[in-house]
């Protein structure tokens, strides 16, 4: 689930990392955990974001059961995930694809394979919104 790292750049969160790939999970898990995050994963966005109440989701938008687009809109739909900040974790990089998660509810796009720089910008920057009941 989680361990306590150091982190020069980014406040730790509550991270839930949604995807149904184990090895890109795993790499995940090191990574933020590596920057001081508590660590949450799941294959199922919805479930786990509500048990969790995580700060931050990174979610896979390709997953066969319940792809991220829908697992995101269902979460927005909750009181408790309007605020959540909710990034969009996949291979798809066209244009299309980044207006698709904005539209379900994501407030930023980072294609695979992850920047660890990028993802560390992200982390720091991105603050919740505040979003209309």
């Avoid at 306590?4 to 090895?23: F, I, K, Y």
């Avoid at 994963?41 to 059961?65: K, N, Q, S, Y």
């Avoid at 904005?102 to 920057?125: F, N, R």
């Amino acid at each position: 689930m989680s361990t306590q790292g150091e982190s020069t750049s980014a406040p730790s969160r509550r991270v839930l990392v949604v995807d149904d790939n184990e090895d890109s999970v795993d790499s995940m898990v090191m990574l933020l955990e590596l920057l001081g995050n508590q660590v949450y994963t799941a294959r199922d966005g919805i479930e786990a974001a509500d048990r969790c109440r995580p700060e931050v989701v990174l979610m896979d938008m390709g997953m066969p059961r319940m792809n991220g687009y829908d697992a995101t809109r269902r979460i927005r739909e909750q009181p408790w995930g309007r605020e959540m900040i909710i990034i969009a974790l996949t291979g798809w990089g066209q244009e299309d694809d980044k207006v698709r998660s904005y539209e379900a509810g994501c407030d930023t796009h980072i294609i695979k394979p992850i920047d660890v720089t990028k993802l560390e910008e992200v982390l720091a920057e991105l603050r919740p919104r505040r979003r209309d009941s």
